[in-house]
């Protein structure tokens, strides 16, 4: 007899996804809750447009089938890229103590007139980075194989 395939199935996968509206941005804003990232991390591309973030994120798709299957909760390495980025500003980052590690709490888009708007990237400690876009595009991509959390707990709050 053959089983139907579960969601719990597709949860090995690397995630690759696109957000182009607020809607797709909310998905990628929870898969990323609670990431985290060296200041060394950030990379700001002006000629490309292009603002991006090497986050250590963990695997809120896969927290369900960690803890019916009784294994360890997971992290994994991905990319969070913003295209079509006019201006990048920030509050509460200083890039130059190498030493900082951001969690990220939440991405959010404020609109603007014709498709332009912000990204606001909130970060814990009361610090934010701004992103003014001409339209919203971006893309999230696990680029590593998942890990064992160091912490091997589930953060905190959903």
Same mark, same amino acid.
């Given at each position: 007899?053959?089983?139907?395939?579960?969601?719990?199935?597709?949860?090995?996968?690397?995630?690759?996804?696109?957000?182009?509206?607020?809607?797709?941005?909310?998905?990628?804003?929870?898969?990323?809750?609670?990431?985290?990232?060296?200041?060394?991390?950030?990379?700001?591309?002006? $000629?490309?447009?292009?603002?991006?973030?090497?986050?250590?994120?963990?695997?809120?798709?896969?927290?369900?089938?960690?803890?019916?299957?009784?294994?360890?909760?997971?992290?994994?390495?991905?990319?969070?890229?913003?295209?079509?980025?006019? $201006?990048?500003?920030?509050?509460?980052?200083? $890039? +130059?103590?190498?030493?900082?590690?951001? +969690?990220?709490?939440?991405? +959010?888009?404020?609109?603007?007139?014709?498709?332009?708007?912000?990204?606001?990237?909130?970060?814990?400690?009361?610090?934010?980075?701004?992103?003014?876009?001409?339209?919203?595009?971006?893309?999230?991509?696990?680029?590593?194989?998942?890990?064992?959390?160091? +912490?091997?707990?589930?953060?905190?709050?959903?």
């Amino acid at each position: 007899m053959t089983e139907d395939a579960t969601f719990e199935d597709g949860a090995e996968a690397p995630l690759r996804l696109k957000a182009d509206d607020a809607e797709g941005l909310s998905v990628i804003s929870s898969l990323t809750q609670d990431a985290v990232f060296p200041v060394t991390e950030m990379a700001w591309r002006p $000629r490309a447009r292009r603002f991006a973030l090497l986050l250590n994120r963990f695997r809120w798709e896969d927290r369900v089938a960690a803890e019916r299957r009784g294994r360890p909760y997971e992290r994994v390495q991905a990319v969070l890229a913003f295209d079509d980025v006019a $201006r990048v500003s920030s509050q509460g980052v200083d $890039r +130059s103590d190498k030493d900082t590690v951001f +969690s990220l709490l939440s991405v +959010s888009f404020e609109p603007g007139e014709d498709g332009t708007g912000r990204v606001v990237l909130t970060l814990s400690g009361d610090g934010a980075i701004s992103l003014d876009v001409e339209c919203l595009d971006v893309t999230l991509k696990d680029v590593t194989r998942p890990y064992v959390a160091p +912490s091997r707990k589930a953060p905190a709050h959903e």
